[in-house]
C-alpha cells in the first residue's frame, strides 16, 4: 500500500494558509502563542476538520488534543503523529502547524480512501511547545513523557502572572485525560520545518531526523555596584561591562569546542541612563553532539568567568537552568523514512537537530523519529518564515508512507 495513499499537497496548502489567518501579523506571520484565544480558535478548527473525517477527540489535562483514528487490530498500539499550533509573537506560517496539518491530511486521505489500519493511527497537538509565554518550552510533551510534574506545569505563569492551568481552563481546553497516556503509543512520527539552511543549500527536499544534539541552557548572573554615570571608570565594578566580557568569552569558548552557544535574553539593573549597572541577568543555551563535549564546555566557561570576576571585582555565578540529553530517534522508524524517501525518488539526507522538539521528548519514552523540509535561508521564528508548497507535499508524501509502514494497512 505504501505510496498509494492519495493525500493531497495541495489541500495541505490551502490549511496552511487558512490556519495561518488565524493570528495573522501584519508582517506576514502568526501570532498565535498558547493559551490564548487565537490558540483556542486554532484549536477549535482542528477539532472541526478531524471530527469531519470520523476521527475522535481526547483532551488531556495539560490541553494535549488527541484526535484517533480506530484501526482494526484492537491490540496494537497506535502510530502518532505530531507537533504544535502555537508560535511565537513574531512567528511564521509554518513551525509547528505543517506537522499537525501534514497529520490531518494522512487522516483525510485515509478516510477518503476508505484505507483500514492494523494499528490505530492518532494526531497530536502539543501544548505550549514554544515556551514563549509559560517557560520552558515543551510542557505538553513533557508533561506527558513524565519529564515535568503534571501540576509544576499548571502551576507555571507568564510574565504577566497568568497562571498555566486557569488559562487553559479560560479558554475552555482542560482535559480530563491522564497525559501519561500516551507513553502507550507505539511509534511517533513529527514533520517540521529544517529551521536552518541545510537542505535548502544542498537542493535536498527532505531531512532524516537521526538524533538530537544535547543542550545544556544556564542563567548568569554578575553582580557588581551602582554607580554614578559621572564617577570615574578606574575602580568600577560595572556589571555589563563584565557581562560584555563574558558574552565574548563564551563565544569564544563554543567557537574552540565545536559547540553552539547564544545569549537570548538580558536584563540589567537599576536600568537607568546615568547609572552604572549593579546587576545584569542573561540567558545562555548551549548544545552540543556530545553530552562530555558540552559539559566541558560549561567548565571551561565557569573557570574562565572566575578569572573575570578577580579582575573585575565582581561577582559571576553561571546556574544550571535545564538539561537535555543527546537523544537518538528509533531505528526502525528512521528506516521506514528513509525506504519512503528512495522508492518515491526525492532528494534527502541523515542529519541531526540542534532544536528541541516535542519529538525528542517523546523519544526518551518510546519509538519516535522526525522528518525536516527544507525552509528559505533557514529563517524561523520570524514573520518571514518561508517554504514551498513542493517541500510541503515531499514531507507529506514521505511522512504518509512511512507512517502507513509502521501502521500496517488491514488486508482481508
Same mark, same amino acid.
Given at each position: ?18 490556519f ?13 502563542q498558547?493559551?490564548t ?19 475522535t ?7 494535549n488534543?488527541?484526535l ?13 503523529i505530531?507537533?504544535?499550533?502555537d ?7 509554518f ?7 501534514a497529520?490531518?491530511e494522512?487522516?483525510r486521505a ?30 505538553g ?5 513524565g ?25 475552555g ?14 511509534a ?7 529551521q ?7 537542493g535536498l ?10 543542550q ?5 548572573h ?13 575602580g ?5 561591562? =563584565? /557581562?560584555?566580557?563574558t $558574552?565574548?568569552?563564551i *563565544?569564544?569558548? #563554543?567557537?574552540? @569546542?565545536?559547540?553552539?552557544a547564544? &545569549?537570548g ?9 546615568n ?19 558540552? =559539559? /566541558?564546555?560549561?567548565? $571551561?566557561?565557569?573557570? *574562565?568567568?572566575? #578569572?573575570?570576576s @578577580?579582575?573585575?571585582?565582581?561577582? &559571576?555565578?553561571?546556574e ?11 531505528p ?5 523514512l ?14 541531526p ?8 521528548y517523546? @523519544?526518551?519514552r ?10 528559505h ?36
Amino acid at each position: 500500500m505504501r505510496g498509494n495513499l492519495p493525500a493531497s499537497g495541495a489541500r495541505l496548502w490551502d490549511s496552511l494558509m487558512e490556519f495561518a489567518r488565524i493570528g495573522a501579523t501584519p508582517k506576514g506571520g502568526c501570532n498565535r502563542q498558547t493559551l490564548t484565544d487565537l490558540d483556542s480558535e486554532g484549536r477549535h478548527l482542528l477539532r472541526r476538520q478531524a471530527e469531519a473525517v470520523g476521527v475522535t477527540l481526547a483532551v488531556d489535562r495539560v490541553g494535549n488534543m488527541i484526535l484517533t483514528r480506530p484501526g482494526r487490530d484492537p491490540m496494537r498500539k497506535a502510530v502518532a503523529i505530531g507537533s504544535h499550533l502555537d508560535t511565537q509573537p513574531t512567528g511564521g506560517k509554518f513551525d509547528g502547524v505543517l506537522g499537525v496539518l501534514a497529520g490531518l491530511e494522512i487522516l483525510r486521505a485515509l478516510h477518503e480512501a476508505g484505507i483500514e489500519t492494523e494499528a490505530p493511527v492518532v494526531l497530536v497537538n502539543w501544548t505550549n511547545e514554544e515556551g514563549a509565554r509559560f517557560s520552558p518550552p515543551m510542557m505538553g510533551s513533557g508533561a506527558a513523557m513524565g519529564i515535568f510534574p503534571e501540576a509544576e506545569v499548571l502551576a507555571k505563569t507568564d510574565s504577566a502572572g497568568a497562571v498555566f492551568g486557569q488559562e487553559l481552563a479560560r479558554i475552555g481546553w482542560a482535559g480530563d485525560r491522564d497525559p501519561h497516556a500516551l507513553q502507550d503509543l507505539g511509534a511517533y512520527f513529527e514533520l517540521h520545518i529544517e529551521q536552518g539552511p541545510v537542505l535548502e543549500r544542498e537542493g535536498l527536499d527532505v531531512g532524516i531526523v537521526t538524533h538530537a544534539l544535547a543542550q545544556h541552557w544556564f542563567d548568569v548572573h554578575v553582580t557588581g555596584a551602582d554607580a554614578h554615570g559621572g564617577s570615574g571608570m578606574a575602580g568600577r565594578k560595572d556589571a555589563l561591562m =563584565a /557581562a560584555a566580557e563574558t $558574552a565574548t568569552m563564551i *563565544e569564544r569558548c #563554543a567557537l574552540a @569546542a565545536g559547540a553552539r552557544a547564544t &545569549i537570548g535574553r538580558m536584563t540589567l539593573h537599576p536600568d537607568s541612563r546615568n547609572v552604572v549597572p549593579g546587576r545584569v541577568w542573561f540567558s545562555l543555551d548551549t548544545r552540543h553532539d556530545h553530552e562530555d563535549q558540552l =559539559a /566541558a564546555l560549561a567548565a $571551561a566557561m565557569r573557570g *574562565e568567568a572566575a #578569572a573575570i570576576s @578577580a579582575r573585575r571585582g565582581v561577582q &559571576i555565578a553561571i546556574e544550571d537552568f535545564w538539561i537535555s540529553p543527546a537523544t537518538p530517534f528509533d531505528p526502525a522508524l528512521v528506516g521506514h523514512l528513509r525506504d519512503a524517501a528512495r522508492a518515491r525518488g526525492i532528494p534527502h539526507k541523515e542529519m541531526p537537530t540542534a532544536i528541541g522538539h516535542d519529538a525528542v521528548y517523546v @523519544a526518551r519514552r518510546l519509538p519516535a523519529v522526525m522528518l525536516f523540509c527544507p525552509c528559505h535561508g533557514g529563517l524561523s521564528h520570524n514573520e518571514a518564515e518561508s517554504i514551498t508548497p513542493q517541500w510541503a507535499e515531499a514531507g507529506l508524501v514521505v511522512l504518509a508512507d512511512a507512517v502507513l509502514a509502521a501502521a500496517g494497512v488491514a488486508r482481508d
